[in-house]
DNA sequence: ATGTGACCCTGGATGC
DNA sequence: TGCATCCAGGGTCACA
């Protein structure tokens, strides 16, 4: 589920209902997802205040006194405020607990993360390398231009490389092409920098709708109830091949590319 | 350095 | 109903 704008909103959340707040206690059901998680999680966490809430791509970095919780959601992961008392399910596998409070890590393929920072989080070989946050003012087409130059995959894996550019993933990168009508197969390094003006706009609009339109459910997120809403069920290519094309009607494709799936349309897309 | 594919794990959908 | 197969929004790693 989570790509860039689910990860904003989780972080938005966090930062309003309990930035500034102290951490009682912590349960960690799972010894491992896709790390080890630190044997000593519980214990390190336990009595320190939650200083800040950030994110870096898709990361979050909850910034405690004296260390860092970094938390990847993976494929299926998601953090919810429960009730306190809430009985665990089969896939709950952390509890945070900030007085009334409870935040709770549910992540059925276990692919998401728990790790503790002691250091600067921004040397991290896991945050290191990132490449730039697509909604500041540095990621620009001329940005994108010179860090696509040499590149021969198709311009879809290419803005979804996390060393180049954070947070675009598989639904917003289709999206994105869609929305700057430019074939997801094209070699990066062969779209012009006048189609890269139209891209890097594209790709901030459409990951800005996203958080926008989880941003109205923020509320539902911070409350018992845990829906995080439906912010993406408007998809113009994603997940809709065979059916017509918003634009000009003409059936949505759905191709593989580096063992994902790609969606666009042949006529609006070139 | 870049590109490709395997792999991590669980569950849901589909087909026989 | 049961079983096999494939697919899924993430990312890292080994290897050509």
Not at 101 to 107: K, M, S
Request: proline share 7%; glycine share 12%.
């Amino acid at each position: 589920m989570p790509e860039l704008p689910e990860v904003e909103v989780t972080r938005c959340g966090i930062a309003l209902q309990v930035e500034g707040r102290r951490l009682n206690r912590a349960v960690l059901r799972a010894p491992t997802l896709r790390y080890p998680v630190p044997p000593g999680l519980a214990r390190t966490l336990a009595g320190r205040p939650l200083v800040e809430a950030k994110r870096r791509g898709k990361y979050l970095l909850l910034d405690f006194d004296g260390g860092h919780l970094l938390i990847h959601l993976g494929m299926s992961g998601s953090l919810r405020f429960v009730a306190p008392g809430t009985l665990p399910q089969k896939h709950d596998h952390a509890d945070f607990v900030f007085g009334e409070q409870v935040l709770r890590f549910t992540d059925p393929r276990r692919f998401g993360a728990l790790l503790w920072l002691a250091g600067d989080p921004l040397e991290h070989p896991l945050i290191a390398r990132l490449g730039i946050e697509p909604l500041t003012r540095g990621f620009t087409p001329g940005y994108l231009h010179r860090a696509l130059q040499g590149r021969s995959v198709g311009i879809k894996p290419a803005i979804m490389d996390g060393g180049l550019v954070v947070g675009v993933g598989n639904i917003y990168a289709s999206e994105s092409l869609f929305d700057a009508g430019i074939d997801p197969r094209t070699s990066a390094s062969g779209v012009s920098a006048a189609r890269l003006s139209l891209l890097v706009p594209a790709i901030k609009k459409t990951l800005r709708a996203a958080i926008r339109a989880g941003g109205s459910t923020l509320r539902d997120f911070c409350g018992t109830d845990g829906g995080m809403g439906d912010f993406q069920t408007r998809h113009q290519v994603y997940d809709r091949a065979g059916e017509p094309c918003v634009k000009c009607g003409s059936p949505i494709q759905a191709i593989r590319q580096g063992q994902r799936s790609t969606y666009f349309c042949l006529r609006c897309q070139r």
